[in-house]
């Protein structure tokens, strides 16, 4: 089954102490994102890949990391958590082929992060 | 820059009736277009998606959409809602046409009350 795996759903942490969210999908897709949901403001992408060690800022990666060390995973890392990262964090990934157009975007199930 | 602006923050409606749910973008360039819904406590799911071609999309669970290029509007339609549509709703861009890189809506809430 074609499908994006985040861990862990839920994270309750404080402030400062680094963190890592896992991403993985299975469909050999070339492009990741990562996107954070906040009531009234919708999803806002964080960062995202294009491919393998490939990486660059969405539209709000301020005190967050990426890595994508392999096609398959890319781990979103907060160094030194705060309160308003606070939020609910999705994973994405889809085909990327260039001059292609008819890709779907697969989500996962969402991580809600509290931080304390 | 592309944005997109989904005017109604919440939509109540009663079940049966039908349902509208506005999407506007703003874009120098050809984009692409995509509703998503999001049912509570689930990931995001596409309902639909416009890429070229007819103006009338269809897409899953009986809504579609209906992209105007002079109004640069693509508003989500279903002639009779269930209880079931209770979701949030997204509005969504891109440019180049995958998936990857996509400027979403703020949302709106669909409530269907019996």
């Known amino acids: 089954e074609a499908q994006v795996t985040q861990n862990p759903r839920y994270l309750i942490t404080v402030t400062g102490k680094k963190l890592t969210v896992t991403c993985s999908q299975n469909?050999?897709?070339?492009?990741m994102s990562w996107y954070r949901q906040d009531p009234g403001l919708g999803l806002r992408q964080i960062y995202y890949?294009?491919?393998?060690?490939?990486?660059d800022k969405g539209d709000v990666p301020e005190g967050y990391k990426v890595s994508r060390k392999e096609k398959r995973n890319f781990p979103l890392i907060l160094e030194s958590p705060s309160p308003n990262q606070t939020s609910l964090y999705f994973c994405?990934?889809?085909?990327?082929?260039?001059?292609?157009?008819?890709?779907?975007?697969?989500f996962g199930q969402g991580t809600r992060l509290t931080v304390v | 820059a592309q944005s997109v602006t989904q005017l109604d923050s919440q939509v109540p409606v009663f079940e049966e009736a039908p349902v509208e749910l506005r999407c506007n973008y703003s874009?120098?360039?050809?984009?692409?277009l995509f509703w998503y819904v999001q049912y509570p406590n689930q990931g995001l799911q596409l309902l639909l998606k416009?890429?070229?071609?007819?103006?009338l999309v269809k897409g899953i669970n009986g809504f579609e959409a209906e992209f105007n290029k002079s109004q640069t509007s693509f508003h989500l339609r279903k002639p009779s809602v269930h209880i079931s549509d209770t979701a949030e709703y997204f509005c969504?861009?891109?440019?180049?046409?995958?998936?990857?890189?996509?400027?979403f809506g703020k949302g709106t809430k669909l409530s269907v009350k019996p």
């Open positions: 890949s294009m491919n393998v060690e490939v990486t």
């Open positions: 416009y890429l070229s071609g007819s103006t």
């Open positions: 994405a990934s889809s085909s990327y082929i260039q001059g292609a157009r008819d890709t779907e975007a697969f």
């Open positions: 874009s120098s360039v050809s984009v692409y």
């Open positions: 969504a861009v891109s440019w180049g046409g995958s998936q990857g890189n996509l400027i």
């Open positions: 469909m050999n897709h070339e492009y």
